[in-house]
């Protein structure tokens, strides 16, 4: 990824397309679990909390999906 001397980024398809994913998994975290676990509680410390607890869930996604990544990568040479 470099800098043209226009200022414009000279950016792959590949760094566009993983830019746009993580943009997409940004929003549908924020609408499909933020928003609702705020919206079912009244104050407003406990809409923070909610929405804090939720990373909890989102490290736990992350966890298991780098654990099935670990193991397809370290038994890729077994099966393949």
Do not use: H, Q
């Not at 809409?47 to 298991?64: D, F, P, R, W």
């Amino acid at each position: 990824m470099g800098v043209s001397a226009m200022g414009n980024l000279d950016l792959s398809s590949t760094e566009i397309v993983i830019a746009i994913a993580g943009a997409l998994v940004l929003v549908c975290f924020v609408v499909l679990m933020v928003l609702p676990a705020a919206r079912c509680y009244g104050r407003v410390w406990e809409k923070l909390a909610a929405s804090v607890l939720t990373l909890y869930v989102l490290a736990t996604l992350l966890g298991i999906g780098a654990a099935i990544g670990l193991a397809i990568v370290w038994t890729y040479d077994t099966y393949a």
